[in-house]
């Protein structure tokens, strides 16, 4: 008989706890590569980059006018007429090397010519005016992008301009992904019986994997046997940062993925304290993170767009992003169960100028629906009730300007 009591474990942190666990129990060994500034884009710096060299290595002008000696204007402004090019004065363009021997700068909407010579409308203020001296646009060793900071395209430009051709930046953290369950079959078959499911999470994955700059290797799918899965665990803990496990997480009779994970390694989770996404899990293995994702798509979605993405960001040593937040009016009632928070999927709209939440129940609806319907997440905690017309805090997951009229 394959049934199995069900025994709550464990803590069953809420959304947020359970993202901040994930990134206290992280110890990674980050690696480096070396790359081209054309491959550096996004990129987190792996360590300090210095400047190559001081900018600029001659004086130049700050705007363009004409280079003069300020020894010249001592006594005063002085007679001009008989100045020649080359000799006392020469012209300035803004960023262009001013030769030493000129250390001041006049704009030349103070300059003007008649009859060839020169006449100055404007007295210079002080010695070195308009002109950016040796090193001070890029000091010497200057720290120009520092230790875990995203090389943004700006920063490309600076490093360029400091004599910077190659950077050490943290090397994409490797995934690897363990399909299990003996009724699926791969997306990529075109035949598979009718009693099959298409395994699709995998290649969601890869798409949240590329957002956030991750290199995804997805194992074959496991069968639904413990020794199968131990065999898949210690191959995949030999080669990733992350391991992510899919289904068998709950209560079926062939939910074997924690009973092994209790055994083999350490689970520090067993299940979330919030719905969707309550059978997300975190264990160690072999030294390795694993979090255990749900099995049905949306479960699986929203563990990789909350917990997988606190792991990615931990790994790069990033904040978590900025989550927009609205207020808007809820069009139904909803109350939480009391043991699990719950994060709504909800459609926002604007009508009358303001924004209106519809939910959106992901088990009630199709998944294209869904999908193309939610854009925000309420996240209502346990017990708690949301009452029609009430305002509520949404977080966005598209544009503010992609909200449109119903
Ligand atoms: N008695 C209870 N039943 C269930 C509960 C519960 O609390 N009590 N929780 C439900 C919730 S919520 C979820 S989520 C699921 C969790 O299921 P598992 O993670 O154990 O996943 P499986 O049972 O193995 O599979 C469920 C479903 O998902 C499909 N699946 C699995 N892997 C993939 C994949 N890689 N790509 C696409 N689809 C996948 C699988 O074929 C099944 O259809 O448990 C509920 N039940
Ligand atoms: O864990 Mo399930 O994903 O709550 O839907």
Request: proline letters at 5%; hydrophobic letters at 35%.
């Given at each position: 008989?394959?049934?199995?009591?069900?025994?709550?474990?464990?803590?069953m942190?809420?959304?947020?706890?359970?993202?901040?666990?994930l990134?206290?129990?992280?110890?990674f060994?980050?690696?480096?590569?070396?790359?081209?500034?054309y491959?550096a884009?996004?990129r987190?710096?792996?360590?300090?980059?210095?400047?190559?060299?001081?900018?600029?290595?001659?004086?130049?002008s700050?705007?363009?006018?004409?280079?003069?000696k300020?020894?010249?204007?001592?006594?005063?402004?002085?007679?001009?007429?008989s100045?020649i090019?080359?000799?006392?004065?020469?012209?300035?363009?803004?960023?262009?090397?001013v030769?030493?021997?000129?250390?001041t700068?006049?704009?030349?909407?103070d300059?003007?010519f008649?009859?060839g010579?020169?006449?100055?409308?404007?007295?210079?203020?002080k010695?070195?005016?308009?002109?950016?001296?040796?090193?001070?646009l890029?000091?010497?060793?200057?720290?120009?992008?520092?230790?875990?900071?995203?090389?943004?395209?700006?920063?490309?430009?600076?490093?360029?301009?400091?004599?910077?051709?190659?950077?050490?930046v943290?090397?994409?953290?490797?995934?690897v992904f363990?399909?299990?369950?003996?009724?699926?079959?791969?997306?990529?078959?075109?035949?598979?019986p009718?009693?099959?499911?298409?395994?699709?999470?995998?290649?969601?994955?890869?798409?949240?994997?590329?957002?956030?700059?991750?290199?995804?290797?997805?194992?074959?799918?496991?069968?639904?046997?413990?020794?199968?899965?131990k065999?898949?665990?210690?191959?995949?803990?030999?080669?990733?940062?992350?391991?992510?496990?899919?289904?068998?997480?709950?209560?079926?009779?062939?939910?074997?993925?924690?009973?092994?994970?209790?055994v083999?390694?350490?689970?520090?989770?067993?299940?979330?304290?919030?719905?969707?996404?309550k059978?997300?899990?975190?264990?160690?293995?072999?030294?390795?993170?694993?979090?255990?994702?749900?099995?049905?798509?949306?479960?699986?979605?929203?563990?990789?767009?909350?917990?997988l993405?606190?792991?990615?960001?931990?790994?790069?040593?990033q904040?978590?992003?900025?989550?927009?937040?609205?207020?808007?009016?809820?069009?139904?009632?909803?109350?939480?169960?009391?043991?699990?928070?719950?994060?709504?999927?909800v459609?926002?709209?604007?009508?009358?100028g303001?924004?209106h939440?519809?939910?959106?129940?992901?088990k009630?609806?199709?998944?294209?629906t869904?999908?193309?319907?939610?854009?925000a997440?309420?996240?209502?905690?346990?017990?708690?009730?949301?009452?029609?017309?009430?305002?509520?805090?949404?977080?966005?997951?598209?544009?503010?300007?992609?909200?449109?009229?119903?």
């Open positions: 008989m394959g049934y199995r009591e069900y025994i709550e474990k464990g803590p942190p809420t959304r947020d706890d359970m993202k901040s666990f990134r206290q129990k992280m110890n060994n980050r690696r480096y590569e070396e790359v081209d500034l491959q884009a996004e987190v710096a792996f360590e300090d980059i210095k400047a190559q060299t001081v900018l600029p290595k001659q004086p130049v700050k705007m363009d006018g004409i280079g003069v300020f020894a010249d204007f001592a006594n005063g402004m002085p007679d001009t007429s100045w090019e080359g000799k006392e004065f020469i012209f300035a363009n803004t960023g262009c090397v030769p030493f021997e000129y250390d700068v006049i704009l030349i909407e300059v003007r008649e009859d010579k020169l006449k100055i409308l404007q007295m210079p203020a010695k070195g005016q308009l002109i950016d001296p040796v090193g001070s890029i000091g010497e060793d200057e720290v120009l992008v520092y230790k875990n900071e995203k090389i943004t395209p700006p920063l490309l430009g600076l490093l360029a301009s400091g004599g910077v051709k190659k950077v050490k943290v090397a994409r953290p490797k995934i363990l399909p299990t369950g003996d009724e699926l079959v791969s997306w990529q078959n075109t035949d598979y009718a009693d099959k499911n298409v395994e699709s999470n995998s290649i969601m994955l890869y798409g949240f994997a590329q957002q956030y700059q991750a290199d995804l290797k997805v194992y074959p799918i496991v069968p639904d046997d413990k020794q199968k899965i065999e898949a665990l210690t191959k995949a803990s030999c080669e990733a940062d992350v391991i992510l496990i899919n289904a068998g997480s709950s209560k079926g009779t062939k939910d074997f993925t924690l009973d092994l994970l209790e083999e390694g350490e689970v520090l989770v067993y299940e979330l304290g919030c719905r969707p996404g059978h997300s899990s975190f264990s160690v293995f072999n030294n390795k993170p694993v979090l255990g994702i749900a099995g049905p798509p949306n479960g699986a979605e929203l563990a990789m767009r909350f917990y993405k606190s792991i990615v960001d931990e790994y790069y040593n904040a978590e992003d900025t989550v927009i937040k609205i207020s808007a009016i809820v069009d139904f009632d909803f109350t939480a169960p009391k043991n699990a928070d719950f994060c709504l999927q459609h926002l709209f604007k009508q009358d303001k924004y939440a519809q939910y959106i129940n992901p009630g609806v199709t998944r294209s869904l999908l193309h319907k939610y854009n997440f309420m996240y209502v905690t346990k017990g708690h009730s949301l009452i029609k017309g009430q305002e509520f805090t949404a977080e966005l997951i598209v544009d503010e300007k992609e909200i449109s009229l119903k």
